[in-house]
């Protein structure tokens, strides 16, 4: 698995270990970020994405009136 170095403000760690129940900055940064894919994933799976949208607008017939 390839890694990625970041630099965060360390009371910014702090906050989200003592949050998340980890014991160290990178599980608590790794499981927020876990976190956020799933919610992102679960959204998606309601919703949709961009392209639904504009195929069903297309498919609407038009409404003829007289």
């Not at 014991?23 to 919610?39: G, H």
């Not at 994933?41 to 498919?59: C, L, M, V």
């Amino acid at each position: 698995m390839a890694q990625v170095t970041v630099t965060l403000d360390a009371n910014l760690a702090i906050d989200v270990m003592m949050l998340s129940g980890t014991k160290n900055p990178q599980d608590a940064v790794e499981l927020v970020l876990r976190d956020y894919l799933a919610r992102g994933r679960r959204t998606g799976a309601r919703t949709g994405d961009a392209g639904d949208g504009q195929r069903a607008a297309q498919e609407r017939p038009a409404v003829q009136e007289g």
